[in-house]
C-alpha cells in the first residue's frame, strides 16, 4: 500500500495551506490507556493496586490499525453526506446537483487504537465525455486502486446501468461492501430482501449493509464493522487532523457548494470556484482573521447573469451564506470578495481544467 506524505511536511505547510483538524478534546489518551487509568485509580491503597492491576507488560497492549477505505458510486447516492457523518464534521460539500463532489477528498476517524482513512470520490460519470468528467472519472480509477476497502454506495433497492459501471471499475479480490444507502426513504423494508440476494448473486459482496447517512446508529455500526478488517500498522496522520486537505480547499469548496444550492438546475454543473487570494493575519478583537479573494468561473454570458441575480442580491447571498459557515468551520472571522468571469469552453479544455485545480 502506498503511504501519504511524512507529518513532518504537513506541519512545515504555510498558513494558506492549514489543515482541518478537530476541536480539542478533553482527553487524547486512547480509550484502552484511559480504560486502564480508571483501573489504577479506583483501589483504596497501592498494596492493592499492585495486588488486582499488574503494570501491562507493551505486548499487552491493543496494537494500532490503519486503513484506507474508498467510497464510490454514482452521482447522488449520498456519498459525501455518508463522508461527513464518517468524520463527524464536514468537509465535503453537498447538494442535489449531479457530481458536486471533484476531487479525492480525505477524512479521518480515529476510534481507540484504530485510525479510519475515508477517500470520498466523485460520481462516476457516464452520460458526457468532456475533458472535466473525464478527470473526475480518473479520479474515481484512482481511488479504488489501493484500498483495504471499498464502500460502493447505491440507493436501497436500486441498481442501474450507472451503478454497474461503477462496479465494473473495482479489481477483483478487493473487499468490497455494499452500502444499501437511503433505506429510511423505502416504505415497505420487506422488497429489500429479494433486492438484497438478488445483488449478491451478482457480485460477491464483503457485506451487504443497508443503511442511512442520516443515521448516527447506522454509521457507528459501520466504523465497527469496517475496524477488524484495517491493517496493523501506524498511524498515518496525527490524531487530531481530520483531513488532508487545506482550508484554502475547504473555501472553494463552500463557496461552489452555495452557488449550485441557490441555482439549482438553472446553471451547467460546469461551474467552478477558482480562490485568487487566502490569507491569515491576526485579529484586533479574534485570535484569527482570513481573507479570501474568489473567483467563479462559468461558461456564459447568460450564466454570469444567473450567479450575479438581480441588482447582485443572489451573489451577495450566496458570499453571506459561504462567509458565515466558512467563520463556524475555520473559528475565525472570514472577510470574503467573490467576483464572476466568464471562461467559454473550459469544461473541454484540459490544460484549463488542470489549471483550475483538476487531476
Request: hydrophobic share 40%; aromatic share 6%.
Amino acid at each position: 500500500m502506498s503511504t501519504p506524505k511524512e507529518n513532518k511536511q504537513a506541519a512545515q505547510m504555510p498558513k494558506e495551506q492549514k489543515r482541518i483538524k478537530s476541536p480539542p478534546l478533553a482527553s487524547s489518551l486512547p480509550s484502552s490507556l484511559a480504560s486502564l487509568q480508571d483501573l489504577i485509580a479506583k483501589p483504596e491503597d497501592s498494596a492493592a493496586a499492585d495486588a488486582q492491576v499488574p503494570a501491562p507488560e507493551p505486548k499487552d497492549l491493543e496494537p494500532t490499525r490503519a486503513g484506507l477505505i474508498a467510497i464510490v458510486g454514482r452521482p447522488n447516492v449520498g456519498k459525501s453526506t455518508l463522508m461527513n457523518a464518517l468524520v463527524g464534521q464536514k468537509i465535503s460539500i453537498t447538494s442535489k446537483k449531479a457530481q458536486t463532489t471533484r476531487h479525492r477528498i480525505t477524512g479521518i476517524r480515529n476510534e481507540g487504537q484504530n485510525q479510519l482513512i475515508f477517500v470520498d470520490t466523485p460520481g462516476f460519470q457516464t452520460l458526457h465525455n468532456n475533458a472535466l468528467n473525464r478527470s473526475l472519472n480518473k479520479t474515481v480509477v484512482g481511488a479504488v486502486g489501493d484500498v483495504d476497502l471499498v464502500f460502493f454506495v447505491v440507493e436501497a433497492g436500486h441498481f442501474t446501468s450507472s451503478d454497474a459501471k461503477v462496479l465494473e471499475l473495482i479489481k477483483p479480490g478487493t473487499k468490497v461492501v455494499l452500502l444499501s444507502n437511503k433505506v429510511d426513504q423505502v416504505n415497505n423494508k420487506e422488497e429489500l430482501m429479494p433486492w438484497m440476494k438478488d445483488m449478491q448473486e451478482r457480485f460477491d459482496f464483503y457485506a451487504i449493509f443497508p443503511m442511512s447517512a442520516k443515521s448516527s446508529k447506522d454509521i457507528e455500526r459501520l466504523v465497527q464493522l469496517c475496524i477488524k478488517d484495517l491493517p496493523e500498522q501506524a498511524w498515518w496522520y496525527l490524531n487530531d487532523e481530520l483531513t488532508d486537505r487545506s482550508e484554502k480547499f475547504l473555501a472553494s469548496e463552500i463557496i461552489r457548494e452555495k452557488l449550485f444550492r441557490l441555482t439549482g438546475d438553472e446553471l451547467p454543473y460546469t461551474s467552478t470556484v477558482i480562490i485568487d487570494k487566502f490569507t491569515e493575519e491576526p485579529g484586533r478583537s479574534v485570535a484569527r482573521m482570513i481573507k479570501i479573494a474568489a473567483t467563479i468561473v462559468v461558461e456564459r454570458e447568460g450564466h454570469k447573469a444567473m450567479v450575479i441575480g438581480e441588482k447582485g442580491e443572489k451573489l451577495k447571498r450566496m458570499g453571506t451564506d459561504a462567509r458565515q459557515e466558512l467563520e463556524r468551520l475555520m473559528d475565525a472571522k472570514v472577510f470574503l470578495e467573490i467576483w464572476v468571469k466568464v471562461r467559454s469552453g473550459w469544461a473541454d479544455d484540459e490544460a484549463r481544467v488542470r489549471s483550475f485545480g483538476y487531476e
